[in-house]
């Protein structure tokens, strides 16, 4: 069962602009994470942010959680070709291993 | 720092047939995870093992499918006998702590025919 919903399935840009994606998961969670994976590749992991955290930042990403709304956003800023990938959120709760939305798929063009 | 390394790529083979795919995690990692992807969808944990201990095989198809960590380092998962529906993406993780960031490795992409 997938409990991460992301959304928007597809995402389109230009180079520059920037990205948002964000997620929605159902049950109380202890940590949530994204991943990126590049075709044919395994996925990579790009920040974890904690249900005590509201934001976090990682060079051009920023994360913010609303655990209120069960839901946190993914933002690229000034996004280049090489951020074309999928992007997934996954959660984890106490004691369970991580469970996986379906991803967002970003096309960054030049 | 080697990343977790995954054998073989790709792998075609005919229903029916056994398959086994290979992992070699981060050294020093303890707890090792293997996902299926299937297309379009985000991996689905099979099996999670805390060193040669499997804590999580829920979702493991028991029947079909069997894995082992001996000597809690590398592990091994097979099918036997696979179906089409097997075809996927298999994936290991491994991380230092049984929370926190996992490091995948490349992936197994299986084609059953």
């Known amino acids: 069962s997938q409990q991460g919903e992301e959304d928007p399935q597809a995402l389109s840009i230009q180079e520059g602009e920037n990205a948002t994606m964000n997620c929605s998961y159902k049950?109380?969670?202890?940590?949530l994470q994204w991943y990126r994976q590049n075709s044919g590749r395994g996925l990579v992991h790009l920040i974890l942010i904690r249900s005590n955290e509201r934001e976090k930042h990682s060079g051009r990403l920023r994360v913010t959680l609303d655990t209120s709304k069960k839901s946190s956003s993914l933002l690229i800023t000034a996004s280049r070709a090489a951020d074309t990938a999928s992007y997934f959120c996954a959660t984890e709760q106490a004691g369970t291993a991580l469970i996986f939305g379906k991803g967002t798929t970003l096309s960054v063009s030049s | 720092e080697a990343g977790v390394v995954q054998s073989p790529r790709y792998k075609i083979i005919e229903k029916k047939q056994p398959v086994a795919f290979w992992c070699n995690p981060i050294?020093?990692?303890?707890?090792l995870y293997w996902y299926r992807q299937n297309l379009g969808q985000g991996p689905e944990l099979l099996i999670r093992?805390?060193?040669?201990?499997?804590?999580?095989d829920s979702q493991l198809p028991k029947d079909r499918f069997s894995a082992e960590r001996l000597k809690g380092v590398d592990s091994t998962l097979k099918i036997q006998p696979a179906e089409l529906g097997d075809s996927a993406v298999y994936l290991c993780a491994s991380s230092l702590r049984p929370e926190g960031e996992q490091y995948f490795g490349p992936g197994t992409r299986l084609t059953v025919t």
């Open positions: 093992y805390e060193n040669e201990e499997a804590v999580d």
């Open positions: 050294s020093g990692h303890n707890t």
């Open positions: 049950t109380s969670i202890n940590n």
